[in-house]
């Protein structure tokens, strides 16, 4: 069992970033340690930055927010 799955309440680490611009999904691993401000679509080849009040790019196109909002502590400001 990958750590964060399974268990009710638990830290997901994986999340599908999903291009706003073209569509395109990719699941990502999340950084534990560090913000990920920019991330560069593969199929559009757009640069994705957080949007306002967001602190990475998961939290702004993710399907989980990253792992310290998740786990409701602080976490980086863009």
């Known amino acids: 069992m990958t750590p964060g799955k399974g268990v009710r309440g638990a830290v997901s ?3 599908v970033l999903t291009c706003p611009h073209c569509g395109h999904a990719k ?5 534990v340690d560090a913000c990920q401000f920019f ?3 593969e199929n559009c080849k ?7 009040g967001d602190c990475c ?6 399907s989980v927010k ?5 786990g409701q502590q602080n976490c980086c400001s863009p």
Do not use: D, T
């Not at 699941?27 to 950084?31: I, N, V």
């Open 13 to 15: 680490f994986e999340s």
């Open 27 to 31: 699941r990502e691993e999340m950084p």
């Open 39 to 41: 991330y560069e679509c």
């Open 46 to 52: 757009i640069l994705l930055r957080p949007k306002s």
């Open 57 to 62: 790019v998961f939290c702004s196109f993710g």
């Open 66 to 70: 990253c792992p310290p909002i998740q």
